[in-house]
């Protein structure tokens, strides 16, 4: 409840749901009744459907409650096509069946595109397919109901011994749905953990731990595959004079504007990461030394651009540019080193202006 409150809920009253139509299933009897079939069924519908609610709740999707009440209602309209009793118990969890499994595959796509970005493809599968498989075990469970109606009786109650192990089948499935909340709400958490050690807060861009680990990947990318990368240091010009003549609120704007500005003229594969202070590091893979400084130009020219008054006094945003490619036997702490070096070249050079080190016979002094 402490992680995720809202979605807990969600999953509370998915229980609650199942239960209690669980409950009304063992009350059936041959009378005809809304409340122990028609009722009971769309309950555990309404039971799945919060499970759905609370994923999505935990892992900040687009809601989905206009097709689930879709569902729902398209479910109480076909089975209020027949009377409500034992005979027509096949159609009624026929319907009941496929609805669930609709249900069920699309919480597992739920999964997917929350679990896609954050673990790998082998990791993102098995967390998703037993969520899947719950889908099609609902799916068979139609069809054999259509393929063999005469079956019906052993799924349709559970006040009688022929319904025990089917009533076993619920429990644990009951049971299974619960592992997949705790489970997938631990990712959560772990997936928040980890964003918050490797993301700045200011910004929301990587920090210069993610820094660290992001150069190293690709760095072994480049000794093993020899594709190439680039570095650009960005330091924002005269930050402290802002910083004095306006404070550290409208510093602290300054940041955040100039790390969304940067990002948003950046490729999905590049990295952007706050370095410290008033600087940002920008690494470029597959990044030759040309195309990094046509880069680093977009980038000086999206910062000039931006219109920024604090307070009815207007601020200019402006940087030092250092860039550097990655050479034969240069070392991934060298190739830093020489794109801070560069940006200092950029700075005594009279500041807002872009510099490119020297790779062909680095100086790391």
Not at 82 to 102: D, E, G, H, N
Request: hydrophobic share 50%.
């Amino acid at each position: 409840m402490r992680v995720a409150p809202s979605a807990s809920r969600r999953f509370a009253l998915a229980n609650l749901c199942v239960l209690l139509g669980m409950l009304l299933y063992t009350q059936r009897t041959q009378e005809p009744s809304y409340l122990h079939w028609l009722v009971a069924d769309n309950i555990i519908l309404v039971g799945f459907c919060f499970l759905r609610w609370g994923a999505q709740r935990l892992y900040h999707l687009t809601s989905s409650h206009r097709f689930d009440l879709t569902l729902i209602l398209s479910s109480i309209g076909l089975m209020l096509i027949v009377k409500p009793q034992a005979t027509s118990s096949a159609y009624l969890m026929i319907i009941l069946s496929l609805a669930a499994a609709v249900c069920f595959i699309m919480l597992a796509k739920d999964h997917y595109v929350a679990f896609k970005d954050n673990f790998t493809a082998y990791a993102t599968y098995w967390l998703v397919v037993p969520i899947a498989l719950i889908g099609m075990m609902f799916l068979v469970r139609a069809l054999i109901l259509i393929i063999y109606p005469e079956k019906v009786a052993t799924y349709a109650a559970f006040n009688t011994e022929e319904s025990i192990p089917i009533l076993w089948v619920y429990i644990v499935l009951i049971l299974l749905m619960n592992i997949l909340i705790i489970g997938n709400t631990i990712n959560r958490l772990v997936v928040k953990i980890m964003t918050l050690a490797n993301k700045d807060a200011l910004t929301g861009l990587w920090n210069r731990n993610a820094l660290q680990t992001k150069l190293t990947l690709e760095h072994a990318r480049w000794l093993r595959d020899k594709v190439s990368y680039s570095i650009i240091l960005i330091d924002l010009d005269h930050f402290k004079q802002i910083n004095d003549a306006h404070g550290h609120t409208a510093g602290d704007e300054v940041l955040k504007l100039a790390a969304k500005q940067l990002n948003s003229v950046t490729r999905k594969i590049d990295y952007l990461c706050r370095y410290g202070g008033e600087e940002f590091v920008l690494i470029l893979p597959l990044t030759t030394e040309r195309k990094a400084l046509c880069v680093a130009e977009k980038l000086q020219q999206t910062l000039a651009e931006i219109n920024f008054t604090w307070r009815g006094t207007p601020i200019a945003i402006q940087a030092s540019i250092g860039c550097a490619t990655i050479q034969k036997d240069l070392p991934v702490e060298a190739l830093l080193h020489l794109a801070d070096k560069a940006m200092y070249q950029a700075k005594a050079s009279g500041r807002n202006c872009i510099k490119v080190a020297n790779t062909a016979k680095p100086n790391y002094n």
